[in-house]
């Protein structure tokens, strides 16, 4: 869903431990999800995608989980870096007819400590 | 490098005065979109061109207006700009002969004094 939050959560690690970063979805027709970074003043970056056909996808230091049971999408970055701090966004498209547009979720903020 | 290209980065305008954001890219995508972003929010979708389509979301303002003269620019424009307005705008394009990924641009800073 869409946030109206004026506050994000935010998980915050030590330098070096994994983290995990969780996401709920609503809409159990969407077919595709999408995790973004957001650092301070910048667009969106891409990180990584997962189909609604797989329950894992790895990229380096990171693996996308999909539980459509639950709903529920989690990101895990090994060997977080003080790089890593940002905001995480997940985005699912809801496979609706003519739209092709990406759904945000409300954001976590990630702090890491050196 | 193929790139999605947001102009200017920062843009001060007066209440009430219309502002135009410019964005451009280089991926040769058939989809261009724009967003809102206000501080510790998820982006939130305005409209969006399917190639020509225009599509709006339900709740975009009036006062929000889009304009896609060709598969490599796009304009929003903000008609009478309100403190409300003041926030980050992103455009993002995507392609549809690929999966769902969205490349953004670096955004443009919109400040209504």
């Known amino acids: 869903g869409e946030s109206v939050g004026l506050h994000l959560p935010t998980l915050s690690v030590q330098e070096g431990d994994n983290s995990i970063i969780n996401c709920a979805y609503s809409?159990?027709?969407?077919?595709?999800f999408i995790w973004y970074k957001q650092e301070s003043g910048k667009g969106p970056q891409f990180i990584i995608d997962?189909?609604?056909?797989?329950d894992k996808r790895q990229g380096q230091r990171v693996t996308v989980l999909l539980n459509k049971t639950v709903k529920h999408l989690s990101l895990q970055i090994a060997a977080t870096q003080p790089g890593d701090s940002a905001v995480y966004f997940c985005?699912?498209?809801?496979?609706?007819?003519?739209?092709?547009?990406?759904?945000f979720g409300s954001g976590t903020r990630l702090q890491v400590q050196p | 490098d193929a790139m999605v290209i947001q102009n200017p980065r920062y843009q001060v305008t007066q209440f009430g005065k219309p502002v135009t954001l410019s964005c451009s890219q280089t991926?040769?995508?058939?989809?261009m979109y724009w967003y809102q972003q206000k501080s510790s929010q998820a982006p939130k979708l305005l409209f969006h061109?399917?190639?020509?389509?225009?599509?709006n979301e339900a709740d975009t303002p009036d006062n929000f207006q889009s304009r896609r003269p060709n598969t490599s620019f796009c304009f929003l424009d903000i008609r009478s700009p309100g403190l409300g307005d003041a926030a980050m705008y992103l455009c993002?394009?995507?392609?549809?002969?690929?999966?769902?990924?969205?490349?953004f641009g670096p955004g443009t800073r919109l400040t209504v004094t």
């Open positions: 993002a394009t995507s392609s549809d002969s690929g999966n769902y990924e969205q490349y």
């Open positions: 809409n159990s027709a969407s077919d595709y």
């Open positions: 997962i189909r609604s056909n797989m």
């Open positions: 985005a699912e498209n809801r496979s609706v007819p003519g739209r092709r547009a990406l759904t």
């Open positions: 991926l040769n995508h058939n989809v």
């Open positions: 061109y399917y190639d020509k389509d225009f599509n």
